[in-house]
């Protein structure tokens, strides 16, 4: 942690000095959902039912993509998937 | 209220407090409102959504399931940048506690409407002030209004201290259940045009965040920040101290804001921080807040045509509280009796009296001090009741004992 700063030099309202979305959380992750295109019918029920807002839909390529920055692998969208198009892969230590 | 020469032609409605705050919500380009019905109350929250579903004002309203639901989606709107608003009383504040503090805590602008009613239990729905007094040290700037004018013209004024950049506190203004919420009075009501150029739209302020530079403090998408996240040692006291410098600032801007609005409406309350009257070369005098303050004066007026010296003064803004001035306007005052409806349990004395003690300890001179409780759960207060509270002042004056410094008015034994 560098210096601390005093309370005429921070940011009000306990804003942090860089946004969440800087905090790689996706390192948390133990187990890694791997998604197979093949099998995938894209019925979008990871994006409904992702906590963490990380599975998105990309229009252009026409598949579900998942973001392994913000991803902390709850495996909560391998679960729900009905086409078992998701499976969780142990991270590599 | 003290009538300054008119510069804008009003109109004069018969509203209560309730039906006054309604219209002044509806007049003040407010953006959001969550609210959940609760006697007294009620009428705020009818009336609103009354002019929602006649479609005169374009205000997103949610109806929630809670009071609890109602602050929270309220930071939710502020956070964004909305202008929100809600009102609530009694065991209704009392479950938004928790997030009462979480909204001053992230500076948004909140303004809420408090019809002051008992709190359980036992259950009862009338007047005294234990709800707000609850909150008393929640970094909320707090008013107390005397009437349904003052109620109306407070909302108006709530809104440019709330969201004034040097503040960014939440504002509760006070009314009496029943006593002002539900009484019919005649109410000067200003434009619709005038209320909403004196008001404008909410600015949202910059905020510097060292990774961004200067950013809108509101929640973008585009520019994501993080709110509410854990605050521990090495932090939190320094956000602490951002609240109490913000606090401290109010003020001057309040006083400001009341003197802008006297402008245009032609209506004052004392200062906008603290009303006297007759204190000046007063002997006694009562100090209170709330309706109770035309009561007071009445008696006030009563006792000098009998030769005793009485003023009356009212305190409007309780947070920030004007120690500064109650100081200076009770140079001289030989008794003071302060008036308190809500109870001391365990303190020694109501929080009006404690708070009055603590202001006066460093003085030079100070005035001998009582602390009167009364009107609990709606009891009554009257010009009678005032009178016997004077003839006592009037004892202690003479004895120069204020024993006991504690009384319960209007208490059967």
């Known amino acids: 942690m560098s210096e601390l700063k005093g309370w005429k030099e921070i940011p009000i309202a306990g804003i942090p000095f860089k946004p969440g979305t800087e905090y790689k959380t996706g390192s948390w992750r133990t187990f890694k959902p791997v998604l197979d295109d093949s099998k995938c019918v894209r019925c979008l029920l990871c994006f409904v039912y992702c906590p963490e807002g990380c599975i998105t839909w990309n229009e252009t390529e026409n598949r579900v993509v998942i973001d392994y920055d913000f991803c902390k692998g ?3 969208c391998a679960a729900e998937c009905p086409r078992q198009a998701i499976e969780m892969v142990l991270e590599a230590a | ?14 509203l209560n407090g309730d039906e006054a705050v309604a219209r002044a919500i509806k007049q003040c380009n407010v953006d959001f409102v969550a609210a959940f019905p609760i006697t007294p ?7 609103f959504s009354e002019y929602v579903a006649n479609g005169e004002v374009d205000t997103a309203f949610v109806c929630v399931e809670s009071e609890h639901s109602a602050l929270s989606a309220c930071v939710g709107a502020a956070a964004v940048g909305a202008r929100a608003f809600t009102a609530t009383a009694s065991q209704g504040l009392a479950l938004m506690h928790e997030i009462v503090y979480i909204a001053s805590s992230l500076r948004l602008p909140i303004v809420m409407a408090i019809v002051n009613r008992a709190l359980s239990g036992p259950i009862n729905i009338h ?12 970094c909320w700037i707090q008013f107390y209004c005397e009437d349904a004018q003052e109620a109306y013209d407070t909302t108006i004024q709530a809104f440019r201290i709330a969201e004034h950049p040097d503040i960014l506190l939440p504002v509760m203004y006070m009314m009496d259940a029943f006593l002002i919420s539900h009484t019919m009075q005649n109410v000067w009501v200003l434009p619709d045009e005038v209320v909403k150029e004196f008001v404008g739209y909410r600015k949202i302020p910059e905020v510097e965040i060292p990774f961004y530079g200067k950013v809108p403090f509101a929640m973008r998408p585009n520019v994501p920040l993080t709110l509410g996240p854990l605050d521990l040692f090495d932090y939190y006291y320094e956000h602490k101290m951002q609240q109490q410098a913000a606090m401290e600032r109010a003020p001057d801007i309040i006083k400001k804001v009341h003197d802008e609005y006297a402008e245009i409406s032609g209506r004052r309350y004392g200062d906008g921080m603290i009303v006297p009257y007759k204190v000046e070369d007063a002997d006694i005098v009562l100090m209170c807040i709330g309706s109770t303050a035309g009561t007071a004066r009445v008696a006030a007026d009563l006792a000098r045509q009998e030769g005793v010296k009485v003023g009356v003064l009212r305190i409007r803004s309780y947070r920030p509280f004007p120690a500064h001035q109650v100081r200076e306007l009770l140079k001289g005052v030989k008794v003071v009796g302060v008036l308190d409806r809500c109870g001391p349990y365990g303190a020694i004395g109501g929080p009006l009296y404690v708070e009055t003690c603590a202001t006066l300890y460093h003085a030079k001179e100070r005035p001998l001090l009582v602390d009167f409780i009364y009107g609990l759960g709606g009891r ?15 004892d202690v004056m003479r004895t120069e004992s204020p024993e006991p410094t504690l009384r319960f008015r209007g208490v059967r034994e």
């Open chain 2, 127 to 138: 007047c005294d002030h234990h709800d707000s007094m609850a909150e008393r040290d929640a």
């Open chain 1, 74 to 76: 709850c495996g909560i």
């Open chain 2, 1 to 14: 209220m003290t009538a300054i020469t008119k510069k804008v032609e009003q109109k004069l409605l018969g």
């Open chain 2, 41 to 47: 109350q009620t009428i705020i929250v009818e009336r």
């Open chain 2, 380 to 394: 009554d207060m009257s010009v009678q009741d005032l009178r016997g509270i004077i003839a006592e002042l009037v």
